[in-house]
């Protein structure tokens, strides 16, 4: 076995393609203490395709090293897609806002606050990021609710979310 936890870590420290290329066959390692401790410092290294290696790991089935990918990630959070949203394409949006809900674990938490907070163009943004994301099922009572809002505006984004997850039910028959 080329690794063990301590060299992991060791090879955080060794500059180089080589220190490099034994890092990366480390995530594949059957130890997880050994895939845990370089994913923690992957992405510092400037290893091509990390990012890619550590959105990987955001499926790992233990959760320490899920934890240790969303960590490393988190400079790919909620508020940041949300104030790039409105400059996105459809495409992009719907790619980026699926990896930051496996990345930003309080996502949802976060848009359900935009979907209530008293400015308007954050609410109609909630609701179109809720209809973008595919997430009407599982906001359709706070999209219900939205429904009262005093804001035409507000309640027609709302309807057009409630109206997306028609046509979703729709199509699936």
Same mark, same amino acid.
């Given at each position: 076995d080329v690794c063990?936890?301590?060299?992991?870590?060791?090879?955080?420290?060794?500059?180089?393609?080589?220190? &490099?290329?034994?890092?990366?066959?480390?995530?594949?390692?059957?130890?997880?203490?050994?895939?845990?401790?370089?994913t923690q410092f992957l992405r510092n290294r400037g290893i091509p395709n990390a990012m890619a290696m550590l959105i990987g790991q955001l499926n790992h089935p233990d959760e320490r090293i899920r934890a240790a990918a969303q960590k490393a990630l988190s400079d790919f959070h909620f508020e940041r897609y949300v104030g790039t949203f409105d400059q996105m394409d459809e495409a992009s949006r719907r790619s980026a806002g699926a990896l930051i809900l496996r990345i930003d674990p309080k996502a949802k938490t976060?848009?359900?606050?935009?979907? !209530?907070?008293?400015?308007?163009?954050?609410? !109609?943004?909630?609701?179109?990021?809720?209809?973008?994301?595919?997430?009407?099922?599982?906001?359709? &009572?706070?999209?219900?609710?939205?429904?009262?809002?005093?804001?035409? !505006?507000?309640r027609r984004e709302a309807i057009e979310s409630l109206m997306h997850r028609s046509e979703e039910h729709t199509s699936e028959l």
């Amino acid at each position: 076995d080329v690794c063990s936890s301590d060299l992991a870590c060791a090879l955080a420290q060794i500059p180089g393609a080589d220190a &490099n290329q034994l890092i990366a066959a480390c995530l594949e390692d059957p130890d997880p203490e050994i895939q845990l401790a370089v994913t923690q410092f992957l992405r510092n290294r400037g290893i091509p395709n990390a990012m890619a290696m550590l959105i990987g790991q955001l499926n790992h089935p233990d959760e320490r090293i899920r934890a240790a990918a969303q960590k490393a990630l988190s400079d790919f959070h909620f508020e940041r897609y949300v104030g790039t949203f409105d400059q996105m394409d459809e495409a992009s949006r719907r790619s980026a806002g699926a990896l930051i809900l496996r990345i930003d674990p309080k996502a949802k938490t976060t848009l359900r606050q935009e979907l !209530m907070t008293p400015q308007r163009q954050h609410r !109609m943004r909630a609701s179109r990021i809720i209809r973008t994301l595919g997430l009407v099922d599982e906001f359709l &009572n706070d999209l219900v609710d939205v429904l009262a809002d005093p804001d035409k !505006m507000v309640r027609r984004e709302a309807i057009e979310s409630l109206m997306h997850r028609s046509e979703e039910h729709t199509s699936e028959l």
